[in-house]
């Protein structure tokens, strides 16, 4: 079973930029698109940019479109979010998800997402 392991969250100051990565064991990449997800306190877990399995195709909410960028390194099993200009409304819990064999990548619906990480905390405040 793919296992994926968020990292890179914390504390950052507003404008401020961290990148999270997002690691596979047990099983290469390369067979899935991977997208990143958050969950603000009270709200639902929503879709904000994921990135197909040869890394061709990258889709973004228009809430981190321009500030956020996605990259995966599939020798390295690994998967990458920076994220630049950050506001205090980008505090969240962050996950990353893999969704097996398919062609492009999509942020919804999250139920075809196959595997998922435990998420890591990004808290943007000064």
């Known amino acids: 079973q793919l296992q994926l392991v968020e990292s890179g969250g914390g504390l950052v100051q507003p404008g401020g930029s961290l990148r999270l990565s997002c690691a596979a064991s047990r099983f290469n990449l390369d067979n899935y698109a991977i997208g990143w997800f958050r969950q603000a306190p009270g709200k639902e877990r929503e879709g904000i940019s994921c990135?197909?399995?040869?890394?061709?195709?990258?889709n973004y909410a228009a809430t981190v479109k321009g500030r956020f960028t996605m990259s995966r390194d599939n020798a390295k099993r690994t998967v990458y979010l920076q994220m630049n200009s950050l506001a205090p409304e980008d505090t969240a819990v962050y996950y990353c998800?893999?969704?097996?064999?398919?062609?492009?990548?999509?942020?919804?619906?999250?139920?075809?997402?196959?595997?998922w990480g435990q998420g890591t905390q990004v808290t943007v405040s000064s």
């Open positions: 990135i197909s399995r040869d890394g061709g195709t990258t």
């Open positions: 998800a893999a969704e097996f064999w398919v062609v492009g990548c999509r942020l919804t619906p999250l139920d075809t997402y196959d595997y």
